[in-house]
Nanobody, 115 residues
Framework: QVQLVESGGGLVQPGGSLTLSCVAS????????MGWYRQAPGKQRELVAN???????NYADSVQGRFTISRDNSKNTVYLQMNSLKPEDTAVYYC?????????WGQGTQVTVSS
């Protein structure tokens, strides 16, 4: 199974920005749908954004216009650029790589938006 490692989380003030990174242990972007999910305390894990192998992108309504998902095939890395952050964006953010035969998750990175 592919291994995923996230980084880039931290504490940021409302209105600030962060960029999360997810490095895959081997090239899979041509066969996997890569996604970012988040889970806040007491809530279910939810989709934030994903990007298909053909490049089609989907965002949750709550982040549309503020977050941008992208990938760098040469670095086996998926990014989540987060702008105009709000306290309700506070959560553990997880990277996911989905293929029909494989569903891999990273360990998560904490994002806290607070003044």
């Amino acid at each position: 199974q592919v291994q995923l490692v996230e980084s880039g989380g931290g504490l940021v003030q409302p209105g600030g920005s962060l960029t999360l990174s997810c490095v895959a242990s081997r090239p899979i972007f041509n066969s996997a749908k890569m996604g970012w999910y988040r889970q806040a305390p007491g809530k279910q894990r939810e989709l934030v954004a994903n990007i298909r192998s053909d490049g089609l992108i989907n965002y949750a309504d709550s982040v549309q216009g503020r977050f941008t998902i992208s990938r760098d095939n040469s670095k086996n890395t998926v990014y989540l650029q987060m702008n105009s952050l709000k306290p309700e964006d506070t959560a553990v953010y997880y990277c996911n790589a989905y293929r029909i035969w494989d569903d891999a998750w990273g360990q998560g990175t904490q994002v806290t938006v607070s003044s």
